[in-house]
C-alpha cells in the first residue's frame, strides 16, 4: 500500500505563485510513473503534471507548460508541483496519484491508470 498527502494549497491572487506538495508513505519507489491531477467544480479530473518512472520523461498538459514545474525528492519520498502565474481557471482540488508500474505518455495523463490517490488540496485563485 502507498499513502499520499498533499499539502500547501491555499487562496492566492491571479499572477501569485503557489507551491504543493505530496509525501508518500508506505511501498513507494521512485520507478513508479507518478503525476498531479486536478477537478474543478462540475469538471471532470484532469492531468497537470507527471512523471512516467523514475522520472525520465516528464510531461506536462498544454495548459500549465511554462508556468507550472513537477520535481520530486526520492529521498524524502515528496513530489512538488510549483505553480507559478497564476490564473483564475487553475482553481481546482489538487491530487497527487501514483501507479504501481511506470507508464508511458499516453498513460501517464489517464487518471485510471493511477492505483494511489491522495485527498487533495484546494487551490482557488481570484482575479
Known amino acids: 500500500q502507498v499513502q499520499l498527502v498533499e499539502s500547501g494549497g491555499g487562496s492566492v491572487q491571479a499572477g501569485d505563485s503557489l507551491s504543493v506538495s505530496c509525501a508518500g508513505s508506505?511501498?513507494?519507489?521512485?520507478?513508479?510513473?507518478m503525476g498531479w491531477f486536478r477537478q474543478a467544480p462540475g469538471k471532470e479530473r484532469e492531468f497537470v503534471a507527471g512523471?512516467?518512472?523514475?522520472?525520465?520523461?516528464?510531461y506536462y498538459a498544454d495548459s500549465v507548460r511554462g508556468r507550472f514545474t513537477i520535481s520530486r525528492d526520492n529521498a524524502k519520498n515528496t513530489v512538488y508541483l510549483q505553480m507559478n502565474s497564476l490564473k483564475p481557471e487553475d482553481t481546482a482540488v489538487y491530487y497527487c496519484?501514483?501507479?504501481?508500474?511506470?507508464?508511458?505518455?499516453?498513460?501517464?495523463?489517464?487518471?485510471?491508470?493511477?492505483?494511489?490517490w491522495g485527498k487533495g488540496t484546494l487551490v482557488t485563485v481570484s482575479s
Open positions: 512523471f512516467t518512472g523514475s522520472g525520465a520523461y516528464l
Open positions: 508506505g511501498r513507494t519507489s521512485s520507478s513508479r510513473a
Open positions: 496519484a501514483v501507479a504501481n508500474n511506470p507508464l508511458n505518455g499516453y498513460a501517464i495523463k489517464r487518471p485510471e491508470y493511477m492505483d494511489y
